[in-house]
């Protein structure tokens, strides 16, 4: 990917990312370093929250746990579930949706999930490793 894709100096970062999925395709509720994403082709909705001052859980793979909310297997597993019931999503938590040629940023420690809106979503990005 280096030899056809070099960030802007400011969003240089060591994880260099691209992303293709289609119509209701998503990554539940998780969180890491700073990262951000540029959509190429294609809408995704986004939640965000930010990090709590408890510290998380871990699961049975020993990544952290969404501690605002109880999710059900059906929320964290499909994040599009939110979509079609808006009370689901945790107090607090922000939304937007991301259009082709938007970037998103997400400071450090971050919560978010994703749902892709369109048949095909191409993305390019990074994250601090």
């Not at 709590?52 to 990544?63: I, K, L, M, V, W």
């Not at 599009?80 to 999503?89: F, N, P, Q, V």
């Not at 919560?111 to 994250?127: I, K």
Request: a negative charge; glycine letters at 10%; proline letters at 10%.
């Amino acid at each position: 990917m280096a030899e056809v894709y070099a960030p802007p100096a400011p969003l240089k970062t060591p994880l260099r990312i691209f992303a293709m999925d289609g119509l209701a395709a998503g990554h539940g509720m998780h969180r890491h370093k700073e990262a951000w994403l540029v959509s190429l082709i294609g809408r995704k909705v986004w939640w965000a929250a930010p990090p709590s001052a408890e510290p998380a859980e871990s699961n049975s793979e020993g990544r952290p746990v969404f501690p605002y909310k109880a999710m059900d297997r059906e929320e964290g597993g499909w994040p599009c579930a939110w979509l079609l019931d808006e009370a689901r999503a945790p107090p607090g938590t922000r939304r937007c949706v991301q259009q082709s040629g938007e970037m998103v940023v997400l400071p450090s420690g971050w919560w978010h999930m994703t749902c892709s809106l369109d048949e095909l979503n191409l993305a390019v990005g990074g994250q601090e490793a």
